[in-house]
């Protein structure tokens, strides 16, 4: 599990790469009330079959710019996402 717990001054630029094998990755993002910078979350399963779960959560209302990713890429993937994540080479 990785939290990521901003700054509401600062913009977020995150990149998880699970690597070979089998991952079971959880990344919640909660920003914080007043949170005006932007967002920039990355994040790959890589190869193997891997679960990610990528979430957003709190004082979402002023972000300037966001962009959340969950890449499963190669085998067959599973991911659970918020609503303001694009996924692209999940399964199911
Ligand atoms: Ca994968």
């Given at each position: 599990m990785i939290n990521i717990v901003g700054f509401a001054d600062r913009d977020q630029h995150v990149v998880v790469k699970g690597g070979d094998g089998k991952d079971d990755l959880c990344v919640v993002d909660t920003l914080p009330q007043g949170y005006k910078g932007a967002i920039d979350v990355r994040f790959f399963g890589e190869a193997g079959d891997d679960e990610l779960v990528v979430k957003a959560e709190g004082d979402?209302?002023?972000?300037s710019n966001a962009f959340l990713l969950a890449d499963g890429g190669a085998g067959f993937d599973h991911c659970d996402v918020s609503s303001m994540v694009k996924v692209v080479n999940c399964e199911s």
């Open positions: 979402l209302q002023s972000v």
